[in-house]
C-alpha cells in the first residue's frame, strides 16, 4: 500500500515539473515582452516645446530679396535663442543662456529653415511653433529622469529643472506623437533618430530575397517534388545540401556573400541589393521544404485526373497540382521572409552596419536594416536611444506578427481547400 | 546604349516574336489541325531566341570580364550580335511552325530543363560555402600554422601597424574561443534541455487537447522572435539581473558573463527542443504505452522507462541539432558576452565565442590580405565543419529512428 502511495507521489511531482516547465518558459516569454514594452512604449511619443518665434526681417533678409538663395544662409539659431531669452527674461551670463538655449533640440533650427523655405512670405511675422525638445528634457517629462533625486545625479540639473517646471505651469510643453520617429534616419541625437531609413534598408533588402527566393525555391519544389527521377544518388544529394543549408548558421551566408559578392563580383558595400542576395540564399531551403510538403499534400487524384484526361505532364502539374499548392507555397515564403527580417547575423558580415543618417534611394545605396538598427541602438548607453531600441523592437515584433499571421490564415485556407 | 537597355529591347523582341509565332500557327490552323495550341508556337518562338540572344551576352560578358578586358571597347558589336541571334532564331524557329510541329513538347523540355538548374543551385551555394571558406583560409594557413591555429592558447588578432611596434604581434590560438563557444553552448543546453524535454512531454502526454492547441503556439512563439531581440533582452534585464543577485551572494560577476549569455541563448532554443522531441515523442507506436500502463505503470512510469527509451535516440537528435544551433548562434553572443578572449570554465566570467570574434574581425574597414580578416574565414570554416557534423548526425538519427516505427 505504501509503494502505491510513493508511486502515486512521484507520479504527482512528475506532472508538477512537466507544469512548471512550461511554467517557466512562459514566464520568460512574457517578461521579455513585458520589458520590452515597458521601456518602448515611451517612444512612440516626443515632447516639443512651443515658442512665440519671430522671423526677424533684420536676422533672415536684410535685403528684402525675399529669395530663398539668400535667406538659407542666415543663422535661425538666433531666433530661437531670441524667443526663449524672451520667455526667461530674468536669465543672464552667455553660459546660462547657452543652458536654456540646449532645451531645444538642435534640430529646431532645421525646422524653421524648413518653414521658412515653404513660406518665404513669414519673414516679418510672429508664429508660435511648437519646436523639438533636447533628448534629456524629454526624458524628464516622460518621467524617466526621477526629479527627486540630489542634483549631481541626474542628467538635468537644478535650474533646467525650474525653467521646464515654469514651461509646464505656461503648458508650452506637451508630448505629441512621435512622428520623427518614424519619418527619420538615424542620427546622433536620439530625440531626432529614426527608423525610416533602416526600415526602407529591410524593405530593399526583402524585395531582392522576394524575387530571387520565391521562383527558384518553387521551381526547385517543383521539380524534386513531380520531376526529378526517384532513386537517383544526384537527386539525393541535392536533397541533403538543402537539408543542410536549412541548417548551416546564418553568419557562413555572411562570409559567402562577403567573399563572392563583395569580393569576387565586387558589388557594392552595405547595399541592400547584397543584404537581400545574401537573405535569400538563407530562405531558399525554408521555401523549397514547405513547398515540397504542399505538394505532397495535394491529392494524387488531382494529378492523375488531369493525366487521364489527356493533359501532359507539364500541364498536369502546372495547371492542377500548382494552383491548388500555391497557398501553401506562400505560406512557406511568408514564414521565410520573416526570418529574414528578424535575422542580422549575415548583414553584419557584408557592412550593413554603419551610422547612417541618410534615408536609402535605391537597393545599391548604402543602409542598415531594422534589427541591425537596434543592434546599434541597444549598444549606445543614453536612456533615450534604450528607449528607441525597444520601440524598434516593438515596430519589428509588429512586422513578424503581421507576416505570420498571414502565414497562418493561407495554411488553414489550404487546408480547408485540399479537404 | 547599356546592358539594361539590350535587355528591354530584347524583351520587346520577345513579345512581338510572341505575336508573330501565335499569329502564323492561328492563320495556318484553320486549314489543318495542329499538334500543339497556338499560344506554344507563340511562346517558344519567345522564349527560344530570347534564351540564345541573352545567353550570348552572358557568356561574352564572362569572356570579357576574366579573360579579354579590351573587349569592352567592342560593347557595340556585342549588342549588334545579340539582336542579330536574337532575329536569326525567330526566323528559324518561324519557319518551323507547320501543322506537325511539336512546339508543345520542346517548350516542355526548355520548362524541365529551368527547373533542373533551380534545383542545382542549392548545390551551388554548397560548394560557394565551401570554396570561400576554403580559399581564404588557405590563404590564412599561408601565414599562420594550422596547429598554432587550432591547439594555441593564445588570442589577439592584433596585427602590428608598423614592422617595429613592440609587443603586438597577433596571436591566433582558438582555443580560448572554442572554450567559450561550448561553455556558453552548454549553459544554454543545461537550461534548454531540461525545460524543452519537460514541457514536451507535458503536452504530448498529459495536456488535454485544449491546453495544447493553446500553449504549443505560445511557446513557439519564442522561437519566433528575431535574436538580435533576445540580445537586447540579455543586456538589458538578465545581465544586470545576474550581476545584482551575484553581489548580494558576494560572488563577482562580469556584466558581460558567460551566464548572462547561455541563459537567453537557452531561452531562444527551449521551442526548438521541445517541438523537435513532441515530435519524437508522438511517433512512439501507442501500443507500447498501453502495453505499459496495462501491467499497472503509472503514467510517468510509462513516461520514464518505456517512451523515453524508445524515443531515445530521436530526442539525441534533437538535442544534437539545438547544440548545432546554439554553437552557430551570432546576435545574443555579440551583444551580451564579451570581446576578450579568455580560457575559463566559470560562467560568471566574461568568454568570447567563434561567432563573436568572426564579427569583430569583419566590421569595420578591412584590408582582404591581413590575417585578420582571413582569421574569420578560417574561424567559418572550423564552424562550418562542426555544425555541418553536427547536423548530418543528428539528421540521420532522427531519420534512422523514424524508419524504425513506420
Sequence with gaps: ?419 | MSITSILLIIGLFSISGYYAGLKKSLVLRENKKFHSAPIYHGALLAINSSLSSIFFIISWLIIEKNFYTDLESFRNILYIISIIIFLTVSLLTFKKIKHDFQARDNLEKIIQYFLLVCSLLAILVTIGIFLSVIFESNKFFGVISITEFLFGTHWSPQMPIREDQAGSSGAFGAVPLFAGTFLIAFISMCIAGPIGLMSAIYLSEYASKKTRSIVKPLTEILAGIPTVVYGFFAVVVVAPFIRNTGSNFGIEIASESALAAGLVMGIMIIPFVSSISDDVINSVPQNLKNGSLGVGATKSETIKKVIIPAALPGIIGGLLLAVSRAIGETMIVVMAAGMSANLTANPFEAVTTVTVQIVVLLVGDQEFDSPKTLAAFALGLVLFIITLILNYIALHVVRKYREQYE
Design chain 1, 1 to 419: 500500500m505504501n509503494n502505491l502511495k510513493a508511486r502515486l507521489a512521484k507520479e504527482r511531482r512528475f506532472r508538477l515539473y512537466g507544469i512548471l516547465s512550461i511554467a517557466l518558459a512562459l514566464t520568460l516569454l512574457s517578461i521579455l515582452f513585458i520589458s520590452i514594452f515597458s521601456q518602448g512604449y515611451t517612444a512612440f511619443q516626443e515632447t516639443k516645446i512651443q515658442l512665440d518665434i519671430n522671423f526677424e526681417q533684420s536676422v533672415l533678409d536684410p535685403k528684402k530679396t525675399k529669395d530663398w538663395d539668400v535667406v538659407k544662409k542666415a543663422n535661425f539659431n538666433i531666433l530661437i535663442k531670441n524667443s526663449i531669452n524672451e520667455l526667461f527674461p530674468d536669465v543672464s551670463g552667455r553660459s546660462q543662456k547657452r543652458k536654456l538655449k540646449k532645451l531645444i533640440s538642435t534640430s529646431g533650427e532645421y525646422q524653421l529653415r524648413n518653414y521658412i523655405k515653404n513660406n518665404i512670405e513669414a519673414i516679418g511675422t510672429t508664429k508660435k511653433m511648437w519646436l523639438l525638445a533636447d533628448d534629456d528634457v524629454d526624458m524628464l517629462i516622460k518621467g524617466h529622469i526621477n526629479r527627486s533625486l540630489p542634483e549631481n545625479e541626474r542628467r538635468i540639473d537644478n535650474d533646467e529643472l525650474k525653467w521646464i517646471e515654469v514651461l509646464e505651469t505656461k503648458k508650452i510643453i506637451k508630448k505629441f506623437f512621435n512622428k520623427t520617429f518614424f519619418t527619420s534616419g538615424d542620427s546622433a541625437e536620439s530625440e531626432q533618430s529614426g527608423i525610416l531609413g533602416a526600415l526602407l534598408g529591410s524593405l530593399f533588402a526583402l524585395s531582392i530575397t522576394l524575387i530571387i527566393s520565391f521562383p527558384i525555391g518553387i521551381a526547385t519544389a517543383i521539380y524534386l517534388e513531380e520531376f526529378a527521377p526517384k532513386n537517383n544518388k544526384f537527386i539525393d544529394f541535392i536533397e541533403v545540401n538543402i537539408n543542410n543549408l536549412a541548417a548551416v548558421p546564418s553568419i557562413i551566408f555572411g562570409l559567402l556573400g562577403l567573399a563572392i559578392f563583395l569580393n569576387f563580383f565586387e558589388l557594392p558595400r552595405s547595399a541592400p541589393l547584397v543584404g537581400g542576395m545574401v537573405l535569400s540564399l538563407m530562405t531558399l531551403p525554408t521555401i523549397i521544404i514547405s513547398s515540397r510538403v504542399s505538394m505532397k499534400a495535394v491529392p494524387p487524384s488531382i494529378k492523375e485526373g488531369a493525366l487521364g484526361v489527356g493533359a501532359s505532364e507539364i500541364q498536369a502539374v502546372f495547371h492542377h497540382v500548382v494552383p491548388v499548392a500555391i497557398p501553401g507555397m506562400l505560406t512557406g515564403t511568408i514564414i521565410g521572409m520573416a526570418r529574414a527580417l528578424g535575422e542580422s547575423a549575415p548583414l553584419l558580415v557584408i557592412g550593413m552596419v554603419a551610422f547612417i543618417v541618410d534615408i536609402p534611394q535605391s537597393v545599391t545605396d548604402p543602409a542598415t536594416a531594422l534589427p541591425i538598427q537596434i543592434y546599434l541602438w541597444a549598444d549606445t548607453p543614453e536612456r533615450g536611444f534604450v528607449e528607441r531600441t525597444s520601440a524598434a523592437i516593438i515596430v519589428l515584433l509588429i512586422f513578424l506578427i503581421l507576416m505570420n499571421s498571414l502565414a497562418v490564415y493561407l495554411r488553414q485556407r489550404f487546408e480547408k481547400d485540399i479537404n
